[in-house]
């Protein structure tokens, strides 16, 4: 079984005997159905409206995510339900999240930009680095290479959450979305 590190878990997948119980966050929507749809089905969204999604023999997907499998009954199109999202194409998950198929409301915006930029701010202070040099370094890597240069090599026990986190901001603040192939190959080091 080949581990897909966007999904740690292995939701979605059949999973090896060792693995114990646990319990996640899943990212959902409301969306409005555009046909019938069962609950548990996949599901993309097309025009706003959820209809029919695939997902095929080597697990790429055609789909968003799945209608809300706790349904006793199907949903006829007009109606509202949870689109649970597809484990790992979720850019961010902080109760709060981000996914290339739904923008954020406008009105919520400009109060997650300052509250992204300040912990943007203080992750550069921690790490002893300008804020601009910070923010230009980051977005200046590409999906190939790139390295984001900081002043202390605390750099070096940095967590994978907090390097979550930092991808998290950065993307609110710029309004970009941060591939995961451009989040795991940009390499952090120190200048000390």
């Known amino acids: 079984m080949?581990?897909?590190?966007s999904n740690p878990l292995g939701i979605?997948?059949?999973?090896?005997h060792d693995r114990a119980r646990d319990a996640v966050h899943i990212a959902m929507i409301p969306v409005v159905a555009g046909v019938v749809l069962r609950p548990g089905?996949?599901?993309?969204?097309e025009e706003g409206k959820?209809?029919?999604?695939?997902?095929?023999?080597?697990?790429d997907a055609k789909a968003v995510g799945v209608v809300d499998p706790y349904l006793a009954d199907a949903v006829k199109p007009g109606e509202r339900f949870w689109c649970f999202l597809r484990p790992g194409t979720v850019t961010a998950l902080h109760h709060n999240w981000h996914h290339d198929s739904f923008p954020?409301?406008?009105?919520?915006?400009?109060?997650?930009?300052?509250?992204?930029?300040?912990?943007?701010?203080?992750?550069?202070?921690?790490?002893a680095v300008e804020y601009?040099?910070?923010v230009d370094q980051a977005t200046s890597c590409d999906d190939e290479h790139g390295g984001i240069c900081v002043g202390t090599d605390d750099v070096h026990e940095m967590g994978d959450g907090?390097?979550?986190?930092?991808?998290?901001h950065l993307g609110v603040v710029t309004g970009r979305?941060?591939?995961?192939?451009?989040?795991?190959?940009?390499y952090w080091s120190c200048a000390c």
């Open 132 to 134: 601009k040099s910070l």
């Open 2 to 5: 080949n581990e897909d590190r």
């Open 162 to 168: 907090e390097k979550s986190l930092f991808w998290h």
């Open 104 to 127: 954020l409301p406008v009105s919520s915006t400009e109060g997650a930009k300052l509250q992204s930029e300040g912990w943007l701010r203080n992750f550069a202070e921690k790490y």
């Open 50 to 59: 959820a209809v029919a999604g695939k997902i095929n023999q080597w697990g």
């Open 177 to 186: 979305l941060f591939s995961a192939s451009h989040q795991n190959n940009a």
């Open 12 to 16: 979605g997948q059949l999973l090896p």
């Open 41 to 45: 089905q996949h599901v993309s969204v």
